[in-house]
């Protein structure tokens, strides 16, 4: 169509009549005098404009998707990276949790022998023959070769190898660990020796072994063990709970008693630990101990209801014919 004078004229018309039509349609509402003619061009071009919709529809939902794919997958990484955060926040808070419940218990139990001790974590286990951890502490925190080594339930082992920051600890169940030890009430004493390998295959829980120096001395399942002491407080100091008997050897020599002792110390978990940098200045003997589990309630027997036995009734004697004698007897 060409650009003419003519053509502007009519465009011009039809605007103004378009115009004036929807003016009068919006103010008549629903009593527009426009309104079927509304509802014709909805019927119309209605099917048309859904239609259109559509086939256009998915060409704009893929269009939107395209362009808003590298906001949707910044937002998903933002939200799983905040998500493991607060995963690492949770386990740490966790982990911290347990750990201050470690060293409150480790500082009752020092508190209880008069140990000083240099808290400390175990950051790995020896991989070799030996049965060993290593902790984070070294000669930079005062720590020196020999030192006792013990947890909040009791003896862990001693330091065998010291560098500036981390040591080396030979624990109580390698084969070479041999512990002067003592038994509590008798006061008994015998050496308390390790099984190798934390005792896993070897007895299991019970991965140390008490050898009673006197064969004629009393010992019995139940009775516990502490350490006797070394000579100088090296390489152990008195009182540190060891473990309980839990089963007793007959003598075959007749010269030692052997018994097998559960720990109180689970050598598989190890975590937070202590060193003892200074002994107690008396010998603590039973103070460390964990008090004694109560006595099962005895079971008291209790009367079961006899069958009632019923009133005795004392049997009515009926009156005997009389045996007056008569005159002609």
């Known amino acids: 169509m060409k650009d003419t004078r003519r053509t502007r004229v009519v465009l011009g018309a039809l605007l103004v009549v378009a115009l004036a039509m929807i003016t009068i349609d919006y103010r008549g509402g629903q009593d527009s005098p426009l309104h079927g003619l509304r509802g014709l061009g909805a019927t119309v071009f209605g099917p048309v404009e ?13 269009f939107d998707a395209i362009t808003d794919a590298p906001g949707e997958r910044r937002r998903a990484d933002r ?35 008069g140990y000083r001790i240099h808290a400390a974590q175990v950051i790995s286990a020896g991989q070799g023959f030996e049965d060993t951890v290593t902790i984070d502490v070294g000669s930079r925190s005062g720590i020196k070769p020999d030192m006792t080594v013990m947890s909040a339930e009791g003896l862990v082992g001693r ?12 624990l109580a169940t390698d084969q070479t660990s ?28 019970t991965p ?17 063990i502490v350490t006797l002491g070394s000579q ?33 110390v689970r050598f598989t978990s190890l975590d937070v630990v202590a060193v003892v940098v200074a002994p107690p200045k008396t010998d603590p003997r039973d103070a460390v101990l964990p008090p004694k589990p ?34 002609g007897d």
């Open 208 to 224: 140390l072994r008490f050898q009673l120096l006197d064969a004629a001395a009393p010992i019995r399942v139940g009775q516990r």
């Open 294 to 327: 109560p006595p099962p309630p005895s079971r008291t027997p209790t009367a079961t209801p006899s069958a009632s036995k019923s009133p005795k009734t004392k049997p009515r004697h009926s009156k005997s014919p009389s045996t007056n004698p008569t005159r």
């Open 79 to 113: 939200l799983a990276r905040q998500n493991q955060r607060l995963r690492e926040q949770l386990r740490s808070s966790r982990l911290d949790q347990d750990r201050s419940e470690q060293l409150r218990r480790l500082l009752g139990t020092a508190g209880m022998g």
């Open 232 to 264: 100088g407080q090296k390489p152990y100091v008195p009182g540190v709970p060891i473990g309980v008997v839990e089963r007793i050897e007959k003598s075959t020599s007749g010269l030692t008693r052997t018994a097998y002792v559960r720990p109180f």
């Open 159 to 170: 330091i065998t190898r010291v560098g500036p920051a981390t040591s080396t600890v030979l």
């Open 50 to 62: 859904r239609a259109s919709a559509s086939v256009v529809r998915p060409v704009g939902n893929t």
């Open 178 to 205: 041999s512990i002067g030890s003592r038994l509590e009430d008798s006061k008994e004493i015998g050496i308390t020796q390790g099984r190798g390998r934390r005792g896993l295959g070897r007895g299991g829980a």
